[in-house]
């Protein structure tokens, strides 16, 4: 009796993080004109950017046609070394760039939203990719196939339905050698989490308890 108590209560626990997941969620947006900054308060914890392989930009205008959701003023975070390139408004694989946002707790990352990355990179067929390494593990995002550099389009890509528990991301272009011009880059456009309400906290020790004693009592009556 009590194991099927707890499945329905687990169940319960699984359908109010869900539901938190929808209500508290709260996005940054590097696209913003003046920029946010690079530390604040976000999803109940702080955050704090830096960049490696430069200096964190977030100045550069946007300018395709295909950035939805966001204030969509300028391209988001990127990484400048100086070089006088075109991509030293966004990270890039030229010099191992890479952007990393540190909390100061862990939360659940629902959404992440990229600008400049494109499918026909000057000529080449390899899509430009994203890799987001998080606590125990990466993903990895591909340019949207109908997002083409020059004909208009921003390299705009929104992952959403995620659910990263982390206290850290980092940024860095996966495939950039498969260029034409021999590296790949991106700008980071927004990030979107959703903290764990402190009542789902005690009601999941309260989840796990009752386990424990349902446990006991199986050992005890053998």
Known sequence: ???KFIS????SFIALIASGTISNAATLDFTANPFI????LFAGTTYSISASGGVLTASQGQDGNSCVGLACQNDGLGVNN???DDDDDEISSDGAQSITINFGKAIGISGITFLDLFTDDEGTSAPEVARVTYNGGFM???ADPGE???DGSSGFLSVTGLYLFTDQ???TVLNGGLQSRGYGDYALASISAVPLPPALLMFGAALGGMGFLGRRRKKVSL
Not at 8 to 11: Q, S
Not at 37 to 40: E, F, L, Q, T, V
């Open 1 to 3: 009796m009590i194991n």
């Open 8 to 11: 329905v209560i687990g169940a």
């Open 37 to 40: 900054g690079a530390n604040g």
């Open 82 to 84: 100086g070089g006088g």
């Open 140 to 142: 990895d995002f591909s």
């Open 148 to 150: 083409v550099r020059f």
């Open 169 to 171: 991301l980092v940024f």
